[in-house]
């Protein structure tokens, strides 16, 4: 079986609430009280997004990370 490594976003939340996405699989995020829990979930979650996926996978082998940047913004 080969390997996939996917970019996983991580944001916590004002309650302290771990949450990460998959930004190459849409609709793929879990959360958990700790980064492992979310990890666990988020592995759980991917399984069934790839499965349930009309993503091919050559297609996913095609996306790779490149960075991430803040992006400041003023509103009312």
Same mark, same amino acid.
């Given at each position: ?31 958990? &009280?700790?980064? =492992? $829990? ?7 979650? #991917? %399984? ?9 996978? &050559?297609?996913? =082998? $095609? ?7 803040? #992006? %400041?913004?003023?509103?009312?």
């Amino acid at each position: 079986m080969k390997n996939k490594f996917f970019t996983v976003y991580i944001e916590q939340d004002e309650d302290g609430i771990y949450i990460g996405s998959i930004p190459a699989v849409n609709s793929c995020y879990a959360e958990g &009280k700790t980064q =492992e $829990k979310m990890f666990e979930n988020l592995q759980e979650v #991917l %399984k069934l997004c790839l499965r349930n996926s009309k993503i091919k996978k &050559k297609d996913l =082998e $095609k996306t790779k990370f490149i960075g991430i940047q803040n #992006l %400041k913004m003023e509103y009312a």
